[in-house]
């Protein structure tokens, strides 16, 4: 069978060193790249870098390309759109692409409350915005955010960022009113918060928060639906359910922070999906607009609308490049059922990593929902202890023979499995068939 994995040179080759010492050079120390490739094309799940090696991706440059690399339809919309004008400031000078692309996405979120949508660059940006809006509407300045749960990197971002390093290092002050309270995802890991599962309840929520901050003060809670950064951990349904329970007679809301988890990714059109409840708020980039940068905040219209004129806004917020490239990627995602693709995905990576955990000490677990897994290292299964060095090893062991894929952060254990949703069995096996390799030169030496 044709390999798609081609490499004509030990990884990384000549020209990528040598862009990696102009880099080194060039750019600060702490803007660093998993990888040590530089890319000069990329098509579908393939990514050829400049010394004519290919590469299968399974990190989906963290989890935007789900419409796959280069799309045709998207690559089409944008140049298209970039023929006719590539920026006015929808504030200065307005145009439709924008307009069509949040009735979609009024349409497409979870729930069937009337909604609007602002679009702004990233996610971060857009965690952001819908921060600024939830404390308009309801008055109240606290937030809660949940322990290892990822929410950007701007100051506002990496506040409600629940992972401390390497995140928050040095840069404190962190901004005001943003809480913490353990995570309520399950899994084989130490990061299990709740090993016995205690009843989760209103009750349970308004305990939590006795130690945390006044619940009179809280605006909102916001949560991220599976831990992506924090590890490929889905959130535990019964403590959602005591969230709403909680939030809702209290007046406060709920943000959903989809930006990995959404367009497809988990097998549905949106995590949330899954748990069957409507967040006031729903937060998502990456996926949207096939690799542009391009974020939206989705709510409920009267919240929504709760915003004085002039009080959210950005130069570049809804570029109509983006704009168009995120209607393309939409209108790809449904038409091609990416969603329920997701879900095959994950079915075949999962039964082909199942073993691991069996024949290794140090592989905890392999998991995920749809097409957003992990395979997670420890010392030894007693301690649970995490083995990030084995977990960057077998990173590297991958690269070098033609799979990039992720950590689930820089500093994790966690390897993390996000391709293109558009990549094929064949694809899939390659790589999943050089991950294995890889846990075997690392663990069997
Ligand atoms: C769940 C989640 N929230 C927020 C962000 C931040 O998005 P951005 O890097 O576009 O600011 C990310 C990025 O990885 C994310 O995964």
Redesign the pocket.
Known sequence: MKKFAVLKTAVPGPASLALSKRKMAAMPNGAISNVPVFIKKADNFLLTDVDENVFIDFGAG??VMNVGHSNPKVVEAISTQAQKFTHTCFHMAMYEPYIRLTEKLNQLTPGDSPKKTYLVN????A?ENAIKVARRYTGKSAIIAFEH??????LL?LTLTGKASPYRDGFGPMAPEIYHLPSPYKSNSRFTQYPEKPMFDAHFISEQLKTVVPESEVAAFII?PVL??GGIMPFDKSYLEALFEFAKPRGILIIA?E???GWGRTGTLFAMEHFGYEPDILVT??SIAGGMPL?AVVGKAEIMDCVQPGGIGSTYSGNPVACAAALASIDFIIENELPERALEIGKLTREKLASLPDEYEKVADVRGIGAMNGVEFVEDKQSLKPATAIAKKVQQACWEKGLILLKSGSHSHVLRMLPPLTITDDGLNEGLDILIAAVKHVLEG
Request: aromatic letters at 4%.
């Open positions: 963290i989890g990233s996610g971060a940006e965690n749960a990822f929410h950007g990197r701007t971002g991220e992506g950064e922070d930006i990995q988890t980039a990456k974020s």
